[in-house]
């Protein structure tokens, strides 16, 4: 069905939106119906030939389940199962909003929306709806980007969650242990932007100094300090128009945190060495692996900066915990190295995906990258074998040696090669190849260390 020759019913207790979408498709829809009391959604579902509701995800109503929406998602599901459904929610219920896509609903969107982009998602559902294959979008594909698989339940959401919020300049914080994928989610977030075409500048501001710190971010004047010998723009400058990606945002200092949320306040940095504030247009991501309970520790980070930074949050998850995942990204990597290294398409037999699965990867997807690339590099058959993925040891605990600080490096070598060489009963080219050492650099050390 065309929007033309359609009833579209939109629910809101806000009379601002009701007014403000029905002003929009006043000349695109053939019906327009408002309401701003859900209770009235089966009196007005029978009696008009409803095609799509937009509904509010939150009602003052009598139904107080701290989720209304979800509450008449079902309710329209259950009355009319084939009307379409496009949720309307704040930056703050996103989550939710994911979850109502499972409770049956076709999409949402997020307030304030894009009115072009909102009448193209109720075009598109109304085309689905009458089985009309939609025209291509010249827009980045969304779903999973090349860098960024996954069929998991979890990534699934995750990409619901960011195919929603790039086209907005909502500030994100992107959450999540070592390995698993935050740089690439964030360069995700640009691409899909509408900032896309503008700068993408990352900062890890976890290893700036203070004086480092304001200079980087917020540039200098010739003379500033010591090695000043020309102006600079900082980064804040650099991606004025883009998206500024601040890396390691939970290890910075109080004082550092004073100085970026007066920044983030104002929309104007001043460089060292100069008075002259300069407005600054970004939009910022920021990353951490540091868990959000204790980012919240007042004496670590200040609550003020934790709002101005979280308008949206996304926690991307431990290899371990998308499975599903695993093989994806194996054959993922496998394909990308033998193309980088010249070697035969490679693959995989039975026991060498059943070790990949059963893995904890401590290490993440990182871990998960270096391994394949190793067994690519070090393969001279073009199917791997469970021998051929050698796991790093730098993520595998090891033997703890007592008062290990005051242990010479050239000790830790010997029973790292000791450790591995009695893993492997004694054979040298497995130990060698999982110490990433060729059999003669191996047979060199341990003449070295007498083994």
């Known amino acids: 069905m065309i929007l033309k020759k359609a009833t579209v019913l939109i629910v809101d207790d806000d009379p601002d939106v009701l007014t403000a979408v029905k002003l929009l498709l006043k000349t695109e829809a053939q019906e327009i119906i408002t309401e701003k009391n859900p ?12 095609d799509l509701v937009l509904l509010d995800m939150n009602f003052n109503s009598a139904i107080n389940t701290g989720n209304e929406g979800i509450y008449w998602l079902r309710k329209i599901k259950e009355w009319k199962p084939a009307v379409c459904v496009i949720m309307i929610t704040a930056y703050g219920d996103i989550d939710l909003a994911v979850r109502s896509l499972k ?45 960024i698989l996954g069929e998991s339940e979890v990534m699934e959401d995750i990409f619901h969650k960011v195919n929603k919020i790039a086209p907005t300049d909502a500030n994100i914080l992107l959450l999540g242990e070592n390995g698993t994928g935050k740089d690439l989610m964030a360069k995700a977030i640009h691409e899909r932007s509408l900032r896309a075409d503008k700068p993408f500048v990352k900062v890890d501001v976890g290893a700036l100094t203070d004086t480092l710190f304001e ?17 600079r723009a900082g980064r804040f400058e650099e991606a004025h128009g883009g998206t500024l990606f601040l890396d390691e945002i939970g290890n910075i200092s109080l004082q550092q945190q004073a100085k970026l949320l007066t920044v983030l306040q104002n929309r104007q940095v001043t460089r060292l060495g100069t008075n002259k504030p300069v407005d600054v247009d970004i939009r910022l991501i920021c990353a951490t692996n540091v868990p959000l309970s204790e980012l919240a520790n007042e004496g670590r980070f200040r609550k003020d900066l934790i709002y101005r930074i979280n308008t949206v949050e996304i926690n991307m998850p431990p290899l371990r915990k998308r499975n599903e995942d695993i093989v994806i ?19 995989f037999d039975a026991a060498a995906l059943q070790k990949l699965k059963s893995y904890n990867y401590p290490g993440n997807v990182r871990e998960l990258q270096y391994t394949i690339e190793r067994a690519v590099i070090m393969a001279d058959d073009p199917v791997l074998r469970a021998d051929d993925l050698l796991f790093s040891i730098l993520e595998t605990p090891g033997e703890v040696v007592e008062d290990d600080d005051n242990v010479p490096l050239s000790t830790l070598e010997k029973n790292a090669i000791l450790r591995v060489i009695d893993k492997h009963n004694g054979n040298i080219t497995r130990a ?20």
């Open 215 to 231: 200079s980087e971010l917020f540039g200098h004047k010739k003379g500033a300090f010591t090695d000043a010998r020309e102006d």
């Open 39 to 50: 209770e009235n959604l089966n009196w007005l579902l029978q009696r008009n030939q409803v």
């Open 329 to 347: 990204l194996a054959k993922h990597f496998a394909r990308l190295y033998a193309g980088k290294y010249l070697k035969p398409a490679i693959d």
């Open 432 to 451: 060698a190849k999982e110490l990433g050492l060729t059999r003669t650099a191996l047979y060199r050390r341990l003449s070295k260390y007498d083994i």
């Open 103 to 147: 409770e049956g609903a076709n999409d949402f969107i997020v307030k304030p929306w894009h009115n072009e982009k909102l009448i193209d998602t109720i075009k598109d559902l109304l085309d689905k709806k009458e089985g009309v294959k939609p025209a291509k979008s010249s827009s980045k594909s969304s779903g999973s980007d090349t860098s």
